[in-house]
């Protein structure tokens, strides 16, 4: 275990904003976590938890209080078969795309299209991460936590997780501390059924066709490269937390009032937003189209040092001297001019840290 004072944040997380933690331990086993996360909890002192960094804005004060870095590694395969699928248990520290690259490599069929997601596989249930058709809530089978409260581990199924939109249990409380997840994938050569309609057009196929798994690793990377969400460190547009607002979801009713109010105020009898069904029975738009057309396009607040990427407008990226004030007040912008334009009100994705948007 590796501990470190005054230790800047900005170096841990991919927005790379932050100031420094009172203090950082570097935990590398389970044992390690809960020994910190019980210390931190006993002596009713402030705790933050961190994985890949990928989710999170920190003030530029920095934390007050113990940063628990999650270092844990491993990929252990329980079982392996054409009947059950492929079991994998991965440590909660183990790095996203290092885990979908070995199910893509082992033939374990369910994650391909999260390929390219920057972060900890453990934050991955938290947020319910999901991109191009997949949410990894359709793979997980179980999650195994650190329970504060009871001060116990706890091995919770995926029902228990609550997983909605980009949301989980584990995101509305801070209660728990993800240790490891498990994944229950199909043994198969072939991806499942290409959700997204970029996607499959890239492909060179029909949406709902199957194409071998590494051919649909490798779409979803192209994909997310021209989107500037691979991270490079030599790419600004990468310098951020990927998409900053979750997609509206609202009644149909409400939806068409949005509709409306986008003829009203962009006049224009044709334009309507996108609209997609959504699994809970709303309507889910899109933030980037929303964003892009009350007026802030590709690139809004160049040369910097916070400005929406050049190549999508729904990322708030760090130009390299940004602070994370400059990247509230962008975001901020941004929600405020969406919400005066069209109503709508849209939710950040990214947690903030020691402030807020």
């Known amino acids: 275990m590796q501990e470190t004072h005054d230790a800047p944040l900005a170096e841990h997380t991919t927005m790379r904003v ?17 020994d910190t996360v019980r210390e931190v909890d006993d002596a009713d002192e402030p705790l933050l938890v961190l994985g890949g960094g990928s989710n ?27 009947c059950g699928g492929a079991m994998i248990r991965v440590a909660a520290g183990e790095v996203w795309d290092d885990v979908v690259s070995r199910a893509v490599a082992e033939g374990w069929s369910g994650i391909e299209a999260l390929s390219g997601i920057p972060g900890s ?11 191009y058709g ?26 228990q997780c609550r997983f909605t939109y980009r949301h989980s249990l584990f995101k509305a409380s801070s209660n728990y501390v993800v240790l490891d997840v498990t994944f229950q994938l199909r043994v198969a050569d072939l991806s ?18 199957r194409v071998p798994l590494a051919e649909a690793r490798d779409g979803v990377l192209e994909q997310r490269r021209r989107r500037g969400m691979v991270l490079d460190a030599a790419d600004h547009d990468t310098w951020s937390c990927g ?32 609209r997609f069904a959504d699994a809970s029975g709303g309507v889910k738009t899109s933030a980037a189209w929303l964003i892009d057309k009350a007026g802030f396009g590709k690139g809004f607040g160049m040369p910097g040092p916070a ?31 969406v919400h005066d334009r069209f109503g709508v009100t849209l939710v950040n994705e990214p947690v903030f840290v020691g402030h807020e948007l």
Request: glycine share 10%; aromatic share 4%.
């Open 192 to 209: 499942q059924p290409i959700a997204y309609a970029d996607l499959a057009k890239g492909l060179g196929v029909e949406v709902g066709a």
């Open 307 to 337: 400005a929406l990427s050049t190549k999508h407008t729904l990322a708030v990226t760090n130009r390299g001297s940004a602070t994370a004030a400059d990247v509230a007040a962008l975001a901020r912008q941004v929600r405020d001019g």
């Open 56 to 82: 999170l804005v920190v003030a530029d004060s920095g934390f007050a209080g113990t940063v628990v870095k999650i270092a844990t590694s491993g990929i252990e395969v329980e079982s392996d078969d054409m």
């Open 121 to 131: 596989s453990g934050a991955t249930p938290v947020q319910n991460v999901g991109a």
């Open 243 to 274: 998409s900053f607002f979750t997609n509206p979801i609202m009644s149909a009713e409400r939806f068409d009032q949005l509709a409306d109010r986008v003829r009203a105020e962009l006049g224009d009898d044709g334009l309507t937003p996108p």
């Open 18 to 34: 932050g100031g420094p933690a009172d203090r950082l331990v570097v935990a590398e086993t389970i044992d390690e976590i809960v």
């Open 134 to 159: 997949q949410e990894v809530s359709q793979t997980i089978a179980r999650v195994r936590v650190w329970d504060r409260g009871t001060q116990e581990v706890r091995t919770m199924t995926a029902d």
